[in-house]
Structures are given as structure tokens and as C-alpha cells.
T-cell receptor, first 113, second 112 residues
Framework: SQTIHQWPATLVQPVGSPLSLECTVE??????LYWYRQAAGRGLQLLFY??????ISSEVPQNLSASRPQDRQFILSSKKLLLSDSGFYLC????????????FGPGTRLTVT | GDSVTQMEGPVTLSEEAFLTINCTYT??????LFWYVQYPGEGLQLLLK?????DKGSNKGFEATYRKETTSFHLEKGSVQVSDSAVYFC???????????FGKGTTLSVSS
């Protein structure tokens, strides 16, 4: 079965600092990969998704970027964090064959101060 | 475009009460439907799913039936427990789709 690892689990960063969140997937190959953000008490916002190595689609233009250097690695980055970047960041993978289920990682809690 | 609408929360119940969380969707064709659960401080977990009309998904005492005629996938549980307190998300996916479409989530709080 699939396992998604995210790190770090929690992060406190000052405004203007860079960001790098990493996600790796085990137990499947060639999945779709996703980054979501969840602000406090809010729903899920899809930030980026990738259908393959080097293929990134952005859903919401902002100061974040994503990269997929390997099949099962997905990285979320920023050059300069904003206060509004605070939130709970979730990585997810979608199996591209039956049963077409999406699985989530444990998340990274980011606080920008 | 496709969308999912969930009832607004929070839903507050006493232990052993009956639970219904409404979910309706707008989509072309026959998407797969899902319920996810998020416990405090954790990622989302797949709770149950249904892939075609009249399918019933079930897990941990929760059930939901794919109703094509009413475009609904309501989540039900006969007797909730304090440990069911969480946020519940309804979602849909087309087989050819690239990403799930989520509802906004419904917070359930169960007290003893």
C-alpha cells in the first residue's frame, strides 16, 4: 500500500525567508502528486499537481512553486514567505489506475512570523 | 464545472446519536465519490467510496449511497462516538480527471 512521507512536520519561519517542503511516496509508481494548503478552520486549497517528472500545473498563482525531480518526490518551495503562507500543507498522491484512490501525507504545519 | 457542496458545520451531537452529513455534487457523466475524514492535526484518510450509481460505501459504521437521481452521497452513521469527532470531506473524481474535487468540509463534534 501507499505511504506518503512529509517533512518537516512543523516549521516556524520568519517573513521573507525561503521555504522547502518535501514529500516522498512509497508503494506505487507514476502517481499524480498534489500539494494542498489548509488555512485554520478552512477547506482544502489545491496549489499544484503533477502528472509526471518535471510536469507541474499551478492552480493558484502566488509566491509558491513546486518541482518534481523524481517520480515519487514532490517539493514545495518559496523564495520569500508571506504571513499569508501560514497553514497546514498536505501532499497527496492519486493512483492512476483502478481503484483511483487518493492518499494523503501527514502534513506540515507552517507558521510564518 | 464540477463541484461538491456539503452542509455547513459545525455539527454537534451527543454520543450514540444518529449522524447525517449531506453532500451533493454537480458533474457530467459518472464520477467516483468519496468521503474523507481528518482528525485534529492529521492528514486526510479515505473513509469510504462508491464508483457507480446505487453503490453503497461503508467503513467503521459509516455508510453512504451513490444516488445518481438526486446527485447525492450523504454520509450516515447510526450511533456516533466521541472518537468520531473530526472534519469530514466529500469529494468526486472523474476517471479521466487529474484531481479530486472536494467540498469545504463539515466539522463534527461529539460529546459524551
Amino acid at each position: 500500500s501507499q505511504t506518503i512521507h512529509q517533512w518537516p512536520a512543523t516549521l516556524v519561519q520568519p517573513v521573507g525567508s525561503p521555504l522547502s517542503l518535501e514529500c516522498t511516496v512509497e508503494g506505487t509508481s507514476n502517481p499524480n502528486l498534489y500539494w494542498y494548503r489548509q488555512a485554520a478552520g478552512r477547506g482544502l486549497q489545491l496549489l499544484f499537481y503533477s502528472v509526471g517528472i518535471g510536469q507541474i500545473s499551478s492552480e493558484v498563482p502566488q509566491n509558491l512553486s513546486a518541482s518534481r525531480p523524481q517520480d515519487r518526490q514532490f517539493i514545495l518551495s518559496s523564495k520569500k514567505l508571506l504571513l499569508s503562507d501560514s497553514g497546514f500543507y498536505l501532499c497527496a498522491c492519486l493512483l492512476r489506475k483502478s481503484p483511483y484512490e487518493q492518499y494523503f501525507g501527514p502534513g506540515t504545519r507552517l507558521t510564518v512570523t | 464545472g464540477d463541484s461538491v457542496t456539503q452542509m455547513e458545520g459545525p455539527v454537534t451531537l451527543s454520543e450514540e446519536a444518529f449522524l447525517t452529513i449531506n453532500c451533493t455534487y454537480t458533474a457530467t457523466g459518472y464520477p467516483s465519490l468519496f468521503w474523507y475524514v481528518q482528525y485534529p492535526g492529521e492528514g486526510l484518510q479515505l473513509l469510504l467510496k462508491a464508483t457507480k450509481a446505487d453503490d453503497k460505501g461503508s467503513n467503521k459504521g459509516f455508510e453512504a449511497t451513490y444516488r445518481k437521481e438526486t446527485t447525492s452521497f450523504h454520509l450516515e452513521k447510526g450511533s456516533v462516538q466521541v472518537s468520531d469527532s473530526a472534519v469530514y470531506f466529500c469529494a468526486l473524481l472523474h476517471q479521466a480527471g487529474t484531481a479530486l474535487i472536494f467540498g469545504k468540509g463539515t466539522t463534527l463534534s461529539v460529546s459524551s
